[in-house]
């Protein structure tokens, strides 16, 4: 297994035009994952006899919040509404996550490349765009990006693509012309429905991904760890 792919700017012969950069931020900018895991975690087992282990989690990587709870409550058949829930489950996610969410270097690295080109950035994030204001302010990231967009700002999350070309759209620059930065299969989903070029950096490490990730521009096969920022940045350039 190769660590790293460079995909379809060299099958398809694609000359790219990046003017733009759009990072996912759970799992993809910031190591957060079990933050969402304690909290579901936490809730879940607070409301019902059911036990909740990082096995049960995988299913709900990547998508947005809303999204996670509909799928939580009608599965672990929880009491109360969607929005009651989901605000207990952001509040425990947010007293978590303020104490206990770290920057990948690597990531910090691709994004300060991006800066020192002029290439303007976006945060499009399931997590609910209050939280993830505090939580960019909080690690220091919120500086780079001028479009923050969180779950609650469009009416579908991903895979659905209209955070993307909202980002897009607010950036000012053609949905062809900007690259995501995605861990997630629902992520990459999305990106690939804007019409977008592509690193992805999975969070879950298979040994064998989903063909959606095989059409990605760029493709960390070993994640974060075999994740190499400036091999990334000059191909997609």
């Known amino acids: ?73 009608d599965k672990y058949h929880l009491r109360g509404t969607v929005e009651q829930l989901l605000e207990q489950k952001n509040s425990l996610y947010l007293r978590i996550a303020l104490q206990n969410t770290k920057v990948y270097p690597k990531m910090l690295h691709l994004v300060q490349m991006f800066q020192s080109h002029n290439i303007p950035m976006a945060v499009a994030s399931g997590t609910y765009n209050d939280n993830l204001h505090k939580l960019l302010e909080a690690t220091n990231l919120k500086q780079y990006f001028k ?31 900007c690259v995501v930065i995605e861990d997630s299969l629902h992520g990459v989903e999305a990106a690939l429905a804007a019409g977008m070029h592509i690193i992805a950096v999975p969070y879950l490490i298979k040994p064998h991904y989903e063909d959606e990730f095989y059409r990605c521009d760029f493709l960390s096969e070993s994640g974060m760890d075999g994740f190499e920022p400036e091999e990334a940045f000059k191909q997609i350039l």
Do not use: C, Q, W
């Open 1 to 73: 297994m190769f660590t790293a792919r460079l995909l379809r700017a060299v099958n398809d012969n694609i000359i790219i035009m990046i003017k733009a950069a759009i990072f996912d931020f759970d799992g993809t900018l910031v190591d957060s994952e079990d933050n969402y895991y304690l909290a579901d975690k936490t809730l879940i087992e607070s409301k019902s006899n059911a036990v909740f282990t990082k096995a049960d989690k995988e299913e709900f990587i990547g998508l947005d919040g809303k999204e996670v709870i509909r799928r939580i409550k």
């Open 147 to 177: 479009v923050i967009l969180g779950g609650d700002d469009v009416p579908l999350g991903k895979p659905d693509p209209a955070i993307f070309l909202t980002a897009a759209a607010k950036l000012g620059i053609d949905p062809h012309n």
